[in-house]
T-cell receptor, first 111, second 119 residues
């Protein structure tokens, strides 16, 4: 069965520090993977996606993710955290047309 | 271009009452999805429309939930009668799979959600 696991329900970083949010997936077919972000009182916004091709994917707001088939991972990174990055982040795997989500990681950014 | 719109943003009802949630997808998007996030859990798929047809309703929890998409435009999700465990945030998303720019394909655009509280 296809699944997504996000390690760490909460991640806390200092402003300016590296952000690393972990996502591992399980899929019997080549995956389409996504990262979404939800800011307080807003809907889900697409950060980036991987379908095929280049394994390092750049998204909005300075985020990027690398697809590693051998590790079945799609971790999200940002070199320098900003206070405005505080939000909940969701990794998702496409299964047929529907999305299978991880449980989400809430990012806290300390001043 | 307007995004996915959901109404209401919040709904508080008592157990046994009926609630209807509405979703207006992005204009021209044939695919419409409903998802739900129960407190502390992951976002879970409920069902998928292509135009007015239900393609996949495998995620619908039980027969108290009824989704419709008359005319292939907006969709409603009715819960009747509501139970305590139905509380959560209901998200709607839409996508365009067959036409449009490649960069927009395979992307589901989400609304802000409806927070349902059943007391």
């Amino acid at each position: 069965a296809q699944s997504v696991t996000q390690l760490g329900s909460h991640v806390s970083v200092s402003e300016g520090a590296l952000v690393l949010l972990r996502c591992n997936y399980s899929s019997s077919v080549p995956p389409y993977l996504f990262w979404y972000v939800q800011y307080p009182n807003q809907g889900l916004q697409l950060l980036l996606k991987y379908t095929t091709g280049a394994t390092l994917v750049k998204g909005i707001n300075g985020f990027e993710a690398e697809f590693k088939k051998s590790e079945t991972s799609f971790h999200l990174t940002k070199p320098s955290a900003h206070m405005s990055d505080a939000a909940e982040y969701f990794c998702a795997l496409r299964s047929s047309y529907k999305l299978i989500f991880g449980s989400g990681t809430r990012l806290l950014v300390r001043p | 271009e307007a995004g996915v719109t959901q109404f209401p943003s919040h709904s508080v009802i008592e157990k046994g009452q009926t609630v209807t949630l509405r979703c207006d997808p992005i204009s021209g998007h044939d695919n419409l999805y409903w998802y739900r996030r129960v407190m502390g859990k992951e976002i879970k798929f409920l069902l998928h429309f292509v135009k007015e047809s239900k393609q996949d309703e495998s995620g619908m929890p039980n027969n108290r939930f009824l989704a419709e998409r008359t005319g292939g435009t907006y969709s409603t999700l009715k819960v009747q009668p509501a139970e305590l465990e139905d509380s959560g945030v209901y998200f709607c998303a839409s996508s365009q799979e067959r036409t449009g720019p490649p960069s927009a394909k395979n992307i589901q655009y989400f609304g802000a959600g409806t927070r349902l509280s059943v007391l």
